[in-house]
Structures are given as C-alpha cells and as structure tokens.
C-alpha cells in the first residue's frame, strides 16, 4: 500500500512539473514574441524629411523625374508597412525594399552613392532574412559615412546560400551622429529570437562588414 501510494505521489508530482514546464515554455514563447513585436516597431526611417525636400525640389525640376520618385517612395513605405509585422521575409522581397530605397537615396546623392550587389538568383528565392535587416544597414552606411562627388561610397552587398555580407569603405564622417549602432543592435536581438546562428560585424583593413545568417 504504501508502495502504490509513493508511486502513485511520484507520478502526480511528475505530471506537476511537466505541466509547470509545459507552462514555462508558453510563457517565455509569448515573451519572446513580445520582445520581437517591440523591436519590429523600433524600426523607423530616418530618411522621411530628407526625401520630401528632393521630390519637392524634382516637382520645380522635372515633374516626370517627381512622378517615378512618387511612385517609388510609395512602394518603398508600402512594402515597410506590409512585411514589419512578419518575423522572415524572402530576401527577394527584401532586394525590392533596398532597389526602392536606392533609387530614392540616389535622386539625392547622384553619382557619389553606389550599390554594387552580387547575389545569385537561387539565392534570392530560397532563402529569407530578417525585414528591413539591409535596408537598415544601407541606411546606416550612408548616415555614418561622407557621401560626396570628391568622396562617392559605393555599398557592396553579396550573397551565398548561407550567409548575406554588406560592406563599405571606411570615410567616417566628422561628427558622429545620434543612435550610432542602434540599428545593428537591433538586427542582432531580432536574429537571437529566431535562430542561434550569430550576426557578424567589424572593421577588416579600411572596411565595415556586416554577416546576416540567411534563413
């Protein structure tokens, strides 16, 4: 009797603490989801009020130039809309969000922004990345560095089946601006919550390289 009383106290307990598990999962699964929903909606453009003052200055300009900027800009903040609330999206549809955001950023710099990229078709379809990951990062490079005619920054961007890497030269601008490596941190506490693969940064010769596991 007292045999089947222990065993029978040995399995309730045990049923407790698979339950008390079961519910701890759950907790820190919708605390996972909180904090990644919270650092999705960090993500915010910086660039707004520097890309009305272009179309304003393309409307006296060349109003047909001002209607594919308008166009673009519209694209650009609908597709922003439509994939932040998505933890992966194809790096495809990444690549549409940056090839916007260039057009727009090179109606404003011209000549002395580039974007070099070198990402196999394959690549493009198969495999997916955290939302506006590049464009945060393109975003940062431009922020950080002179961009000029005497001094042009070209961005590269390529690509493997397991792994994405931005670069850019270094020509870092005198004055150091306002949430310098916010953006990163960001991309880096996004990435913790989805995979234990590891987001890689730093500066290699006179280089800024960022590595993003591809999904």
Do not use: C, W
């Not at 309730?12 to 598990?21: G, I, R, T």
């Not at 079961?22 to 820190?28: F, G, I």
């Not at 130039?65 to 549809?93: C, G, H, P, W």
């Not at 030269?169 to 590891?198: C, D, F, H, V």
């Amino acid at each position: 009797t007292v045999f089947i009383y222990l065993f029978q106290k040995g399995m309730f307990l045990k049923q407790k603490a698979s339950e008390k598990a079961h519910q701890t999962e759950l907790l820190q699964k919708d605390f996972n989801q909180f904090r990644l929903q919270a650092l999705k909606n960090q993500v915010n453009p910086h660039f707004l009020f520097n890309s009305l003052n272009t179309l304003i200055n393309l409307i006296e300009e060349d109003q047909t130039a001002a209607t594919d900027y308008t166009v673009r800009l519209a694209d650009l903040y609908r597709n922003m809309l439509s994939f932040k609330d998505q933890d992966l999206i194809k790096l495809s549809e990444e690549f549409e969000i940056i090839t916007n955001y260039m057009y727009i950023q090179k109606s404003r710099f011209g000549e002395a922004l580039q974007l070099e990229t070198r990402i196999p078709e394959n690549v493009l379809s198969a495999t997916k990345i955290v939302p506006l990951a590049l464009q945060l990062l393109v975003e940062n490079a431009i922020k950080h560095n002179v961009v000029s005619l005497a001094r042009p920054l070209t961005i590269y961007i390529t690509a493997n089946g397991g792994e994405i890497m931005i670069k850019n030269p270094l020509q870092p601008k005198l004055s150091k601006e306002k949430g310098a490596g916010l953006g990163l941190m960001n991309i880096k506490k996004r990435y913790s919550l989805l995979t234990n693969r590891s987001v890689e940064y730093g500066i290699v010769g006179n280089e800024y390289i960022v590595i993003l596991p591809l999904l």
